[in-house]
Nanobody
């Protein structure tokens, strides 16, 4: 069984930084794209950033220049470094991964981690 476990969320003041981590565990054969999405209250879930297993990234315009996505393939872990945080970045952040096991390929989601930007 595959699990994605996120960590690193919390409360931060505007202009501050946080680093989110998401580790995939289980019987994993390979992981293709990994990414981060977020959902603010009353709004749909939106893409923040994604990264392929080759390191190609796609960053949402709203966070470009402030957020950086990276991954450690040996640890099956993806990171989101968030700098220059703004109140509008407040949301639950979800990790997503396209994972192949020995029996199937599927998209998996983490449980979410709350990020609150407030003074």
């Amino acid at each position: 069984q595959v699990q994605l476990v996120e960590s690193g969320g919390g409360l931060v003041q505007p202009g501050g930084s946080l680093r989110l981590s998401c580790a995939a565990s289980g019987t994993i054969f390979s992981i293709a794209t990994m990414g981060w999405y977020r959902q603010a209250p009353g709004k749909p879930r939106e893409l923040v950033a994604v990264i392929t297993n080759g390191g190609t990234t796609n960053i949402a315009d709203a966070v470009k220049g402030r957020f950086t996505i990276s991954r450690d393939n040996a640890k099956n872990t993806v990171y989101l470094q968030m700098n220059g945080l703004k109140p509008e970045d407040t949301a639950v952040y979800y990790c997503d991964a396209d994972i192949r096991t020995t029996t199937l390929r599927a998209n998996y989601w983490g449980q979410g981690t709350q990020v609150t930007v407030s003074s």
